[in-house]
């Protein structure tokens, strides 16, 4: 199946889902990139792909380089550093696994106090409570916190993020999709925040992320095929 074949099969999935529960919204297609070469994400990027995710920031950074820094909407979509703001700052145009009070003031400080223009950036939750997962816990009142920390420094978040659990049980990754939509709508509340963004569902489970509330999934070996991770 070729790039634009996968595609185009990803989005009637998504027209699918959409149908199924009732909803009529947008839902963006990211490609995750990670370990593949630039001329595999500029393939991707020629088939239609406008947003990309890569896992690691200095990875990710040499592919941006060689692409062009406008040749796509670029997120860092792994464990994120705060000894790699600067890079990110450089290179990304959003940082979607913002998962520590420490990263958010990290941003702050090299955005809002330079006066810089403050980038794109999501909450990660850890709605499977899965040790091996990054990610605030999900809980209402700590976000509440988190976020109200977030608009006092003067960098809200666009919205939230999470992995789907390793069992990939329909109750399970529904159940888990649901919660970060119900955390979303709870917070939106607040005042200072509008979080348009929750990003959750990968190659397995995104078709259930849709139907859950999903606004962009984020696809791999669904768009490339199997891969050696390294």
């Not at 027209?15 to 593949?36: I, P």
């Not at 464990?79 to 940082?95: H, K, M, T």
């Not at 941003?107 to 899965?130: I, K």
């Not at 990003?199 to 489970?205: L, P």
Request: charged share 25%; aromatic share 6%.
């Amino acid at each position: 199946m070729s790039l634009a074949e996968a595609l185009a099969r990803a989005g009637g999935i998504i027209e699918d889902a959409l149908s199924r529960s009732g909803a009529d919204r947008h839902v963006t297609v990211m490609a995750a990139t990670k370990t593949l070469p630039a001329d595999t994400v500029a393939a991707a990027i020629a088939a239609g792909v406008r947003v990309i995710g890569e896992n690691r920031v200095s990875e990710g950074g040499r592919k941006i380089a060689a692409l062009g820094r406008h040749a796509a909407e670029f997120h860092v979509i792994g464990p994120f550093f705060n000894s790699e703001i600067r890079q990110a700052l450089r290179d990304f145009d959003s940082i979607d696994t913002v998962s520590s009070v420490e990263a958010v003031e990290a941003l702050a400080a090299r955005t809002v106090s330079r006066r810089l223009e403050a980038p794109g950036f999501l909450l990660e939750v850890n709605t499977s409570g899965e040790v091996s997962k990054h990610g605030f816990p999900p809980e209402i009142g700590l976000l509440e916190e988190v976020c109200g920390r977030c608009v006092d420094l003067g960098t809200p978040p666009g919205g939230l993020f999470t992995v789907g659990p390793l069992s990939l049980e329909e109750a399970s990754s529904r159940a888990a999709f649901s919660r970060l939509r119900k955390l979303r709508d709870g917070l939106s509340a607040l005042p200072g925040l509008v979080l348009r963004e929750l990003s959750m569902g990968m190659s397995d489970d995104f078709h259930w992320a849709v139907m859950e509330g999903a606004t962009t999934v984020r696809l791999g070996r669904f768009l490339f095929g199997s891969r050696r991770l390294t």
